[in-house]
């Protein structure tokens, strides 16, 4: 698994030999280097690193208090590693649930551990499941997340891709309705949608936007509840809200 990372510190000697240590060990990859606490947080919330190494030898305080000012912004925080030429840091750094603690000069074979560690303890993708769509003797597979929507076309249904095909099921829509992953929502007697494409939920005009084509898709009244629970776990990663 790749991973992408952001140096806070304002020693150049000590950034350069840290990425030649991570150059080394491989799938990683350097998105920003800040020099204090206000352009770390900046780095982090534009970069959205997985990882960011702090040198906590000045001004560690701020540093501690960046990492909780994160909460405000994002559900989705990068994993913390403290770096400092003595331990006088240490017990701070692990109130503030930082994965690791270096000493400087950096020691290969600790940065190797901790790499190890981070891998071993990275979630497992698990890849999408496959729908098997059966007409006599031919059977067709498709990948469920190249589906943007199931449409009903009288007592068939079309499941219409992001690439712009559309294949054919002679089922009815609601036959799907309960074989479909969770990311697929009721929306409409008519329709199921992906929500993993879903860009805008317009209320007003009672129809959802897709990321794909723009094309809209409307929503009724019997399905309300849906869009509502939606809406909701959509909201969840969303980093701010401007009115």
Known sequence: MPYTYTIID??????????????????????????????????????????????????????????IELHQYTNNLPIFIGISKTKNHAYQAIKNNFFDYWLLPYNEFEVRKTIMRLKKSAPQEVPAPTLCLKSYRDFQYINTDDILYLKADNNATEFVMKDGTINHAFKTLKTFQSQMPKNFIRIHQSYIVNSKYISRISYGKANCTLKYKKEQLPFSKSYRQNIDTLKKVLTKNVISSLN
């Open 10 to 67: 304002s020693e150049t000697s000590a950034t350069i030999n840290l990425q030649h240590f991570l150059a080394e060990c491989g799938d990683f990859d350097c998105t920003a280097i800040a020099e204090n606490s206000t352009e770390g947080l900046s780095a982090i919330l534009k970069h959205k690193p997985d990882i960011v190494f702090i040198n906590l030898n000045e001004n560690a305080g701020s540093y501690f208090q960046m990492s």
